[in-house]
């Protein structure tokens, strides 16, 4: 009978129930501080891979919402594609979603939570149609809107600022390969009204456009020499879209490469232009605004025992806070779904360096927290205890 009554006793809800409750937090509490330490432990100018694309592509589109990466469209070498996927960095997973229901060139942006894919599309003509999908992240769905018509062969960027995205055709006479008399023709698309409105372009004879992007709230464009034109400078245009006019914002003594580029907003690592460049192997050179300096830093030769030198071209380059994602590309006519990591020069997380974890602290915090919940466990068993004696005296 004694028996039976101490098993009640000893199996009973609430003395089951705190030791399992309190497991339950240390194991918690261990694993957010892990997490938050292991997230510490990027290494500036390093090449980390990650998980791949579902589908090998290349000149996709790609832009970040909420900390998630959205890759859309591109060639997977035999074809045109929609596929839709999302990488969320934080889990190295990615997610298929809805295809865009139409296939061409494209470029991505984000505006109030949803993606707007500006697509170019080439008619008998030499035309170029620009559209325009709208995918709604909420709802994994995509809709059609207004499309507007190029009067000549161009690839198609776009940038979004102050809730309007601006689309900037990089056009030449005739040919995409000649670069003399280079142009680039620039329109805005509202997503309110649905409407497009021709702005102001830039003209520069014998001067390559590359990429634009987005710099202190204002279009940037970098200029670079063509074959023709070896001994002039280098220069970065931004426009305003308030006054609708390109002005020159440095002129630059560097031969600055061709290449795809990434911009480091000054939030984690100082604000500097990453040329991603697809030669031998990826490689980057990096230009600092304030020394009018360009310097090289680490290729991508070998990762993880892995070998993986050779040109790669229609590759895409993601900024999520201010750590680098390259993303898809082509190697030796195959389209390839490598996803690799690249944490820039400088990189800090102000969070870390405010309070700097390392393995030693950690151990610490984790013992000091185990103390304390055992301490409180005590007494509360304490507690209980000496409830318990009361009520068996009255």
């Not at 207004?146 to 809730?163: E, H, K, M, P, R």
């Not at 709230?217 to 426009?239: C, H, V």
Request: proline share 3%; hydrophobic share 40%; net charge neutral.
């Amino acid at each position: 009978m004694k028996i039976n009554t101490l098993y009640k006793k000893a199996t009973s809800p609430n003395k089951i129930f705190i030791p399992i409750l309190l497991f339950i937090i240390i194991i918690g509490l261990f694993t957010a501080v892990f997490s938050f330490v292991s997230a510490q432990k990027l290494v500036e100018d390093s090449w980390t891979t990650k998980t791949p694309l579902n589908e090998a592509r290349y000149n996709m589109g790609t832009v970040v919402v909420d900390g998630k990466i959205y890759a859309i469209g591109g060639s997977n070498g035999d074809r045109q594609v929609g596929t839709n996927e999302r990488y969320d960095p934080k889990t190295d997973t990615w997610t298929t979603l809805t295809p865009i229901p139409k296939i061409g060139f494209t470029n991505l942006v984000a505006y109030q939570n949803k993606i707007y894919c500006i697509g170019s599309t080439f008619n008998n003509a030499n035309n170029t149609y620009l559209w325009v999908e709208v995918y709604d992240i909420a709802t994994d769905s995509w809709d059609s809107k207004s499309s507007t018509l190029f009067n000549q062969l161009g690839i198609a960027q776009a940038c979004v600022v102050d809730g309007k995205i601006y689309v900037a055709a990089r056009l030449s006479d005739g040919s995409l390969y000649v670069f003399d008399n280079y142009k680039v023709d620039m329109h805005m698309y509202d997503p309110t009204t649905d409407t497009w409105t021709t702005k102001t372009g830039i003209y520069e004879k014998q001067m390559i456009i590359s990429d634009l992007f987005v710099l202190d709230n204002k279009i940037a464009a970098i200029l670079l020499p063509d074959q023709t034109n070896q001994a002039s400078q280098g220069k970065i245009l931004t426009y305003d879209p308030n006054t609708d006019k390109w002005q020159e914002k440095a002129t630059t003594k560097q031969s600055m490469p061709m290449g795809t580029i990434g911009v480091t907003k000054g939030i984690y690592a100082p604000q500097k232009i990453y040329f991603f460049l697809n030669y031998n192997d990826i490689s980057i050179q990096v230009y600092d605004f304030a020394s009018d300096t360009l310097t090289s830093v680490a290729d991508m030769k070998t990762l993880d025992g892995v070998n993986i030198r050779g040109s790669r071209s229609g590759f895409s380059v993601v900024n999520v806070d201010d750590v680098f994602y390259v993303i898809g590309g082509l190697t030796n006519y195959t389209a390839v779904a490598a996803n690799i990591q690249y944490v820039p020069i400088g990189y800090q997380d102000t969070l870390a360096s405010t309070f700097p974890l390392t393995d030693t602290v950690f151990v610490a915090i984790l013992a000091t927290l185990v103390i304390v919940i055992v301490a409180i466990g005590l007494l509360h068993f304490k507690s209980k205890h000496k409830t318990n004696r009361e009520k068996a005296k009255n």
